[in-house]
């Protein structure tokens, strides 16, 4: 089991890579159209789909066992910023979850209490 798991993993690491791969190809496509008003922009955005291509590049190269290897390496050798990119992800969780819609049943509530 812990073989099919982790062919899945793969897969979708795989997946993941051409779903990147595609965003890169279409800011190249939004740089280019940029480059005619906005040369300076289209410049940052051409560099930041460069470098979107060469992590998808990457992840198209590594196994699941790769990614948990280096990103525990990561960790031992920079954990400060292994915490501050946890923290960051938890505060964005806790304001995202903070500013989603009330639960239907929290509405049909207050509805009937105010009955």
């Given at each position: 089991m812990t073989n099919q798991v982790k062919e899945t993993l793969d897969r979708q690491v795989g997946s993941g890579a051409e779903v990147m791969g595609q965003l890169a190809s279409s800011t190249k496509r939004a740089a280019e159209d940029l480059d005619a008003n906005a040369p300076i922009v289209a410049g940052v955005v051409r560099t930041f789909a460069n470098r979107l291509d060469g992590y998808a590049d990457d992840?198209?190269?590594r196994s699941v066992d790769?990614?948990?290897?280096?990103?525990?390496?990561l960790a031992r050798r920079k954990p400060g910023l292994v915490f501050g990119?946890?923290?960051?992800?938890?505060f964005l969780t806790f304001r995202t979850l903070k500013s989603a819609p009330p639960a239907p049943e929290s509405i049909k509530g207050r509805?009937?209490?105010a009955n």
């Open positions: 992840l198209r190269d790769q990614l948990v290897l280096a990103a525990s390496d990119l946890a923290a960051v992800a938890g509805r009937q209490g």
